[in-house]
C-alpha cells in the first residue's frame, strides 16, 4: 500500500492505495467520481479521459501513485452546482452526444484541445480527439461542438 | 429546405435534449455505477479453444484464493443451469442446440463459458479464474461455413447434420426471368462480420430483494420487457417476481438486444445464495462474448433486358450463426430477405438462405440486422449491371425504380411499399451533391492517369422498419408480438407521467415522446416526465430495436394523449356546464365551442379529478390513458446517399471526401435528434466498408480481440456529412413517421464501396473486400492487373 495525496475537483483526499491500482479506478471506487467511465482495457477508448494537472490524460493509463500530488479534474468537476462549463453547453446545444458514455472523456479531451489550441480547425480537432472513441454520433456534431465551444470561449470570431 | 410537420406544438422542432444535463455532468447511473452492499463479484471461466472436449475442471485451486465464496463448473452448478433461449425458429424444422449459461461437454467457441467464480471483489474473482484448472481435449475447429458445411467437417453440434441449422426459401420463378434476358451477371459477395461496438461494456447486477421473493436485475440491455419474460421462462423464477431494470445504458446498436448467458448467472447465484452478484465485462471480454453480426456470404444473380430493366433476381446466401443460437441468431438474415429488391421493379424474386453453424462467436443482430447486407447486395448489383450495360448507374436506377405514383406497391418479395418519393430524394440529394463536377473532375483524373482516382458511390436505398405487425411475426415463427405500449397519467399537479415500453439507450426518447405529447396535450416538454426501462414501473413493453420505438412506440404515444383528453372532455363539461360534445379541446384546454371564455385547462381538471369532491356520476378519480398499439404494417424508409470517394491507386488508401445523405424518415418529431442518427448509421456502416471487421485464423482464434485490433473509427477516420431530408409521410403510421435508427448503416456502406469499385474500375476492378482496408484495396488492384495482363 502507497499513500498518496490528490485533488480531486477541488476537494483534497488522502488515501493509501496498491500500487497497481489505475488512476481510472481510484477515482470511481475510492472518491465515487462514478461520472468518469471505464470502456476498454487497452487504452484506446478515451471514456475515462480526465485532466491532471490541466492536461488531459486517460485515467485508465495512469496509477493512482503518479497522480500523487496533482490535481485531477473530472466531469463532475467542470463546473458546480447548475453552472455549465462552455464545452458542456456547446454539446448540449450542437447534440454533440447521445447515450452519453464518452461524453464524460471526450468534453475533457475538448476542454484540453481547446486550452491548447483556442481556434482549431476541423482538421485539428478530429485529429485532437482522434483518441477519443464514440460509437454514436459519428463525430459530426462533436465538431461541430467543439467549434460552437471555441466559439462561446473567445477563441473563433 | 427541410420540410418538417406543420404543428402549432412542439412536433417537428430541433428541441435540445432533457437527457444532456445529467450526462454531460457525469450525473449518470450506468450499471457499473450501482453498488449494492454485500455483493459477490462473478468472474468466468472462457474457453480458450474454438472445439474441444472438457474432460475435467477443478475448482479447488480457485475456491481456496482469497475472497472466494464459491465457483462452479456446469456438473456442480446443477439444475441452476439454465439455457440461453432463442425464440426465433425459423422453419419447423431448424436445429435448436440447447445454449446452457455453462457448457458441461464441448466448448463450441473461444469466450465459451465452462465455469464460474464468485468473491468478494472483482479482483479476487479476476485472481481466483486463472486457478480453475480446466482439461481440454481439442477438437478439430470449424470456422469458415463452406469448410463447415463439406462432408466429413467437425460437427459444432451432433444434432446438426453438415453444421447446417436450416435452409429457407422464398419465392420463386429465377430460372424463368432469366431465359427471358439479354444480360445475366452473378456475384458472390461477402458481407464481414462486424461486432456492434456500444462504448458501455455490459454489466449485470442481480439482487434478491429484502423479505419479498422479488429479484431485481439490472442489465445494461436494450430489452428489460423481453428479457424479463425469457429469464422466467429459461429459469423458472415466476414473472411477477422479476423485475428487471435498464438504467443508463450507453449505447446498443443491437448487441445488447439479446438474453445473455451472463444475465442468467448472476440472477441463478443471487437467488441461490441469497446475496447480490455483479459482473462487468472487460472490452476484451465483450469481443468473445457479445454476440457478433452480418457474416454472411451472397451469391446474387440479376438478369435484366439490355435496356436496362430487371426481370429477377436470385439470391443465394450462407448465413454463419456461431456456435449457438441467441436469442434472434436463425431470423436475423431473414429479416433482410425482404429487402434485396430494394426500390426495383422486378418480375421474379427467389431466395434461400442456409444458416451454417461454425465454431465462433454467435451472430445475431446489429444495428439494421440482415437488411445493410440485402442492401448492399442489390445496390452494388446496380453498379455491376449498369458497368455490364455501359449505362450510368444513376440512369439505370432511374429505369427501374417504383415511381411516386405508383405507391402502394407490391414488391416482387411480397412487401406493399405504402409511400415514397425516390426521385425527389434522389434530385435533392444530387443538388447538394454537386455530381457534374465531381464526373467532369474523375473524367479529368481518368485521363492525366491521376495515381489518385475519384470514385462516385451511389446507393438509393429502402428499409423496413417499425417491427412488427404481431400477425407478420407469428406467421414468420418469431415467438413474440411487435406491439408497443404508453400509459400517460396527469399527476394532481397538472404535470405528465408518460410511461413508455421503449428502452431508450442513446436515442432520446425522454426528449422526443414529451414532444409528442406536449403536442397533443398542450403541456409544455418541460411538465411531461418519460418513465421507461424499468419493467416495475413501467410493466409493458416490447423495447427499443430495429427502428421501432417511435414507429410503433410514436403511436402508442398519440393514442394514449388522445384518451387522456377524451378521458378528462366529461369531467370539463361537468365543470363548464356544458355538453361533452360541445367542448373544444386546443392548448392544453378545453372551450366551450362558440364561447371561448368558457375554459378550463387540464391542469385544473387534473386536481379535480384527483380531489374528486365534483365529478359527474358515474367517472372515476384521475385522469389517464393507455394504448397498445399494434402496427398496421411495416414502414420503409427511403433515401439517396452519394459518396465522392478517393483512392490512391499506389497505396490502396482510401478517402471519404465528401458524403450526402438525403434520407426520406416520413414526419420527423426533432430532426436534430434524426440528424444525429443519421450521422451516427453513416458513421457505422462506413465503419464496415472501410475498418472493421471480425476475424478468425483457422483454428478459431479470435484475431480481433481488443479494440487494438477492432478498428472503431475514429473522428480522424471520417469526414463530415451532408444531410437534409425530404418528407413523405406514412400513411400506415399515425404521426406519419418511420423511423431512422438504422438508415445510416444499411445506406453507407455500399456508398462507399460502389465509389471505390467506381474509381478503380478502368483498372478492371470488379470488387473489392470489405473492410477496404488499404490491403485489400491494394490486392483488388493487384488482381485485376493480373487478370488484364
Ligand atoms: S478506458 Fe478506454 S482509454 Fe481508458
Ligand atoms: S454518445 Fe454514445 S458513444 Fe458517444
Not at chain 1, 38 to 44: F, K, Q
Not at chain 1, 124 to 129: A, L, N, S, T, V
Not at chain 2, 188 to 214: K, L, T, W, Y
Not at chain 2, 234 to 247: D, F, Y
Given at each position: ?40 482495457d487497452?487504452?484506446?477508448?478515451g ?10 490524460v ?7 501513485v ?7 479534474t473530472?466531469?463532475?468537476?467542470l ?13 448540449k ?9 464518452c ?12 486550452n ?22 459519428g ?19 | 429546405m427541410t ?6 406544438g ?5 428541441l ?18 450501482i ?17 474441444a ?10 475456491l ?47 469466450g ?29 475447429a ?16 451432433d444434432?446438426a447434420?453438415?453444421?447446417t ?8 420463378g ?16 461477402v ?19 429484502g ?12 430489452i ?37 448467458r ?9 437467488r441461490h ?12 471480454e ?10 454472411q ?10 435496356d436496362?430493366?430487371i ?5 443465394t446466401?450462407l448465413a ?14 431473414l ?15 427467389q431466395?434461400?438462405c442456409?444458416?451454417v ?18 442492401t448492399?447486395?442489390?445496390e ?41 418519393n425516390y ?13 457534374d ?10 485521363e ?5 482516382q475519384?470514385?462516385?458511390g ?19 415463427k ?18 405528465v407521467?408518460?410511461v ?5 439507450h ?8 414529451s ?6 396535450l398542450?403541456i ?8 421507461h ?14 427502428s421501432?420505438?417511435l414507429?410503433?412506440g410514436g ?5 394514449a ?8 372532455r ?20 378545453f ?71 438525403v ?13 444525429g442518427?443519421?450521422h451516427?448509421?453513416?458513421?457505422m456502416g ?8 471480425v ?26 456529412f ?5 418528407v ?16 445510416g448503416a ?28 488499404p490491403?485489400n484495396?491494394?490486392r483488388?488492384?493487384?488482381a485485376?492487373k493480373?487478370a488484364?495482363?
Amino acid at each position: 500500500m502507497q499513500h498518496i495525496n490528490v485533488t480531486v475537483d477541488g476537494t483534497s483526499y488522502e488515501a493509501e492505495v496498491e500500487p497497481r491500482t489505475l488512476l481510472v479506478h481510484w477515482l470511481r471506487e475510492g472518491v465515487g467520481k462514478v461520472g468518469t467511465v471505464v470502456g476498454c482495457d487497452t487504452s484506446n477508448c478515451g471514456a475515462c479521459t480526465v485532466l491532471l494537472d490541466g492536461r488531459s490524460v486517460k485515467s485508465c493509463s495512469v496509477l493512482a501513485v503518479q497522480a500523487d500530488g496533482c490535481e485531477v479534474t473530472t466531469i463532475q468537476g467542470l463546473s458546480t452546482g447548475d453552472d455549465w462549463h462552455p464545452v458542456q453547453t456547446a454539446f448540449k446545444e450542437c447534440h454533440g452526444l447521445q447515450c452519453g458514455y464518452c461524453t464524460p472523456g471526450m468534453v475533457m479531451a475538448a476542454v484540453d484541445l481547446l486550452n491548447e489550441n483556442p481556434s482549431p480547425s476541423e482538421e485539428e480537432i478530429r485529429d485532437g480527439i482522434h483518441g477519443n472513441l464514440c460509437r454514436c454520433t459519428g463525430y459530426h456534431n462533436i465538431v461541430k461542438s467543439v467549434q460552437y465551444a471555441a466559439e462561446l470561449m473567445g477563441g473563433r470570431k | 429546405m427541410t420540410e418538417i410537420l406543420e404543428s402549432a406544438g412542439v412536433i417537428g422542432r430541433p428541441l435540445r435534449r432533457k437527457e444532456d444535463a445529467k450526462l454531460l455532468h457525469g450525473r449518470t447511473n450506468w450499471t457499473d455505477n450501482i453498488q449494492v452492499p454485500g455483493a459477490l463479484h462473478m468472474a468466468l471461466v472462457r474457453s480458450p479453444m474454438a472445439h474441444a472436449r472438457i474432460k475435467k475442471v477443478d475448482l479447488s485451486g480457485a475456491l481456496a484464493m482469497p475472497g472466494v465464496v464459491a465457483a462452479y463448473d456446469a456438473a456442480s452448478l446443477g439444475d441452476l443451469n439454465a439455457n440461453v433461449l432463442c425464440v426465433w425458429p425459423v422453419t419447423d424444422d431448424t436445429v435448436m442446440p440447447p445454449f446452457p449459461a455453462l457448457t458441461g461437454d464441448k466448448v463450441r467457441h473461444v469466450g465459451d463459458v465452462v465455469a464460474i467464480v464468485l468473491a468478494t471483489d472483482a479482483k479476487s474473482a479476476e485472481d481466483a479464474i486463472a486457478a480453475v484448472d480446466v482439461d481440454y481435449e481439442p477438437l478439430d475447429a470449424v470456422v469458415d461455413m463452406i469448410d463447415a458445411m463439406s462432408p466429413g467437417s467437425a460437427l459444432v453440434h451432433d444434432a446438426a447434420a453438415n453444421n447446417t441449422c436450416y435452409v429457407y426459401n422464398l419465392g420463386g420463378g429465377y430460372a424463368d426471368a432469366a431465359a427471358k434476358a439479354d444480360v445475366v451477371i452473378k456475384r458472390r459477395f461477402v458481407n464481414q462480420r462486424i461486432v456492434a461496438g456500444f462504448m458501455e461494456p455490459r454489466a449485470v447486477v442481480a439482487a434478491p430483494m429484502g423479505m419479498s421473493d422479488e429479484m431485481t436485475l439490472w442489465s445494461a440491455t436494450q430489452i428489460p420487457h423481453v428479457l424479463r419474460v425469457v429469464l422466467s421462462l429459461s429459469t423458472g423464477i415466476p414473472e411477477q417476481n422479476l423485475r428487471i431494470v435498464a438504467p443508463d445504458v450507453g449505447g446498443g446498436f443491437g448487441g445488447k438486444l439479446q438474453m445473455y448467458r451472463e444475465e442468467i448467472l448472476a440472477l441463478q447465484l443471487a437467488r441461490h445464495l441469497g446475496r447480490p452478484v455483479k459482473w462487468n465485462e472487460t472490452r476484451s471480454e465483450d469481443m468473445v462474448a457479445s454476440h457478433h453480426g452480418r457474416d454472411q456470404i451472397q451469391d446474387i444473380e440479376l438478369a435484366a433486358t439490355k435496356d436496362g430493366r430487371i426481370l429477377g433476381m436470385n439470391v443465394t446466401l450462407l448465413a454463419n450463426m456461431g456456435a449457438y443460437l441467441q436469442i434472434i441468431t436463425p431470423g436475423t438474415p431473414l429479416l433482410g430477405m425482404f429487402m434485396y429488391c430494394g426500390i426495383y421493379k422486378m418480375d421474379a424474386y427467389q431466395f434461400q438462405c442456409t444458416g451454417v453453424f461454425t465454431n465462433t462467436t454467435p451472430t445475431d443482430a446489429i444495428r439494421g440486422a440482415g437488411r445493410p447486407e440485402a442492401t448492399f447486395a442489390i445496390e452494388r448489383m446496380m453498379d455491376e449491371l449498369a458497368a455490364e450495360l455501359g449505362m450510368d448507374p444513376m440512369e439505370l436506377r432511374t429505369r427501374n425504380w417504383i415511381q411516386h405514383h405508383e405507391f402502394p406497391f407490391t414488391t416482387a418479395a411480397g412487401l406493399t411499399y405504402d409511400t415514397g418519393n425516390y426521385e425527389a430524394a434522389t434530385a435533392r440529394a444530387l443538388e447538394l451533391f454537386g455530381m457534374d463536377e465531381l464526373r467532369a473532375e474523375q473524367k479529368r483524373r481518368r485521363e492525366s492517369g491521376d495515381p489518385v482516382q475519384l470514385g462516385i458511390g451511389i446507393s438509393t436505398f429502402t428499409e423496413m422498419c417499425g417491427l412488427a405487425p404481431s400477425r407478420t411475426l407469428g406467421a414468420l415463427k418469431y415467438a413474440a408480438g411487435g406491439w408497443e405500449h404508453c400509459t400517460i397519467r396527469l399527476l394532481p399537479s397538472g404535470k405528465v407521467e408518460l410511461v413508455t415500453g421503449t428502452s431508450p439507450h442513446g436515442q432520446g426518447h425522454e426528449t422526443a415522446w414529451s414532444q409528442i405529447a406536449s403536442d397533443i396535450l398542450g403541456i409544455p416538454v418541460e411538465d411531461i416526465d418519460v418513465i421507461h426501462s424499468d419493467t416495475g414501473r413501467a410493466p409493458y413493453g416490447m423495447d427499443t430495436y430495429g427502428s421501432r420505438s417511435l414507429a410503433v412506440g410514436g403511436q402508442a404515444i398519440k393514442k394514449a394523449a388522445d384518451r387522456v383528453i377524451e378521458n378528462a372532455r366529461p369531467i370539463a363539461a361537468h365543470q363548464l356546464e356544458c355538453a361533452a360534445e360541445d367542448l373544444d379541446f386546443a392548448n392544453g384546454a378545453f372551450s366551450v365551442k362558440g364561447d371561448p371564455e368558457k375554459s378550463v385547462t387540464l391542469g385544473a381538471l387534473a386536481w379535480a379529478a384527483f380531489s374528486a369532491h365534483n365529478l359527474p356520476d358515474g367517472i372515476e378519480p384521475m385522469i389517464s390513458g393507455a394504448a397498445t398499439v399494434d402496427p398496421e404494417d411495416f414502414s420503409y424508409p427511403h433515401g439517396t446517399h452519394l459518396a465522392a470517394i478517393e483512392v490512391d491507386t499506389e497505396t490502396g488508401k482510401v478517402r471519404v471526401r465528401s458524403y450526402v445523405a438525403v434520407d426520406d424518415v416520413g414526419n420527423q418529431i426533432n430532426p436534430m435528434i434524426v440528424e444525429g442518427q443519421v450521422h451516427g448509421g453513416v458513421a457505422m456502416g462506413i465503419g464496415q466498408a472501410l475498418y472493421e471487421g471480425v476475424e478468425y485464423d483457422a483454428d478459431g482464434n479470435l484475431l480481433t480481440a481488443s479494440l487494438a485490433d477492432y478498428l472503431i473509427p475514429s473522428a480522424a477516420d471520417l469526414p463530415s456529412f451532408t444531410t437534409d431530408r425530404t418528407v413523405t409521410p406514412s400513411t400506415t403510421h399515425s404521426l406519419g413517421t418511420k423511423g431512422v435508427g438504422e438508415a445510416g448503416a444499411i445506406a453507407s456502406t455500399p456508398a462507399i464501396i460502389n465509389g471505390i469499385v467506381d474509381a478503380l474500375r478502368p483498372m478492371g476492378v470488379t470488387d473489392v473486400l470489405m473492410p477496404a482496408s488499404p490491403q485489400n484495396v491494394w490486392r483488388a488492384i493487384q488482381a485485376a492487373k493480373g487478370a488484364g495482363a
